[in-house]
């Protein structure tokens, strides 16, 4: 693949991932934005003990926003292998229809070129066989192996991020647990150990709330990543089983 086509399609993957990416910062803004206000004039207005989800943001620091920011890119990660690694994504029918009606015809040059023309799980193996016809069936078979091998990595990449973005998450979080609980130790010796509960509090909040926060995204992308995983070997597997079929007319008689 060359410097051209990686580019076009790191920009595609980007531009996929824009609007969701976008979508998360409204949300973030929009929950926010009663925190913010009380700062301003409408702050004589509302009581102190108000609790709202603007507000907890705001409450739980710079690594509160942070794992916001991850759950945003873990959403959008979800909504775009969800979309991308489907079955009829990795396999679309009627290119497993057009493909067997080629090789029922002996028509591989069009095969070829099909699976050249239609990128995907499916065309990428099938191609890398059909590259073999005319060799002995075990180099056709290693071939398709081999292909099959090296895109099911590639796809098992893809929802890596999930699993990344599930470990972070509570580290962080746990960051955020240590940094709110040395701000109110700090707060205790700085005051001489006078310090009443009122001044301990916001270290305190910030610490369960960052631990609150990281557990939250955790739990739900954790999920998704083995839901999407196991959803992807049987994909693969069954994809491999559709391919293998294709060639199966090349296996010597009694072998």
């Excluded at 705001?58 to 916001?68: E, H, R």
């Excluded at 069936?137 to 090296?150: C, L, R």
């Amino acid at each position: 693949m060359d410097f051209q086509s990686i580019r076009s399609r790191m920009k595609t993957q980007f531009f996929s991932y824009l609007p969701f990416l976008l979508l998360g910062v409204v949300a973030i803004f929009v929950f926010a934005a009663p925190a913010f206000a009380q700062d301003g004039g409408a702050a004589a207005t509302t009581k102190p003990d108000d609790l709202t989800i603007g507000k907890l943001i705001k409450d739980s620091g710079i690594f509160g926003w942070l794992i916001i920011l991850l759950s945003v890119v873990a959403l959008a990660l979800v909504i775009e292998n969800f979309i991308s690694l489907k079955r009829d994504k990795l396999a679309p029918p009627e290119l497993i229809d057009e493909i067997q009606a080629l090789f029922d015809e002996d028509q591989f040059q069009e095969a070829m070129e099909l699976c050249e023309n239609e990128p995907s799980f499916l065309t990428r193996v099938a191609g890398a066989g059909i590259a073999k016809i005319g060799h002995s069936f075990e180099v056709i078979e290693k071939s398709i192996e081999e292909m099959g091998d090296e895109e099911a990595v590639k796809l098992h990449q893809k929802i890596g991020w999930l699993s990344l973005i599930s470990n972070v998450a509570p580290m962080m979080g746990l960051l955020g647990t240590v940094s709110g609980m040395v701000l109110a130790f700090n707060t205790i010796a700085t005051s001489g150990g006078q310090a009443n509960p009122a001044d301990l509090a916001n270290g305190i909040s910030q610490a369960l709330l960052t631990t609150l926060f990281g557990l939250v995204v955790a739990i739900p992308v954790t999920a998704a990543f083995a839901y999407m995983r196991n959803n992807l070997i049987r994909s693969v597997i069954e994809v491999g089983a559709i391919v293998e079929d294709l060639f199966e007319r090349f296996r010597p008689e009694g072998a």
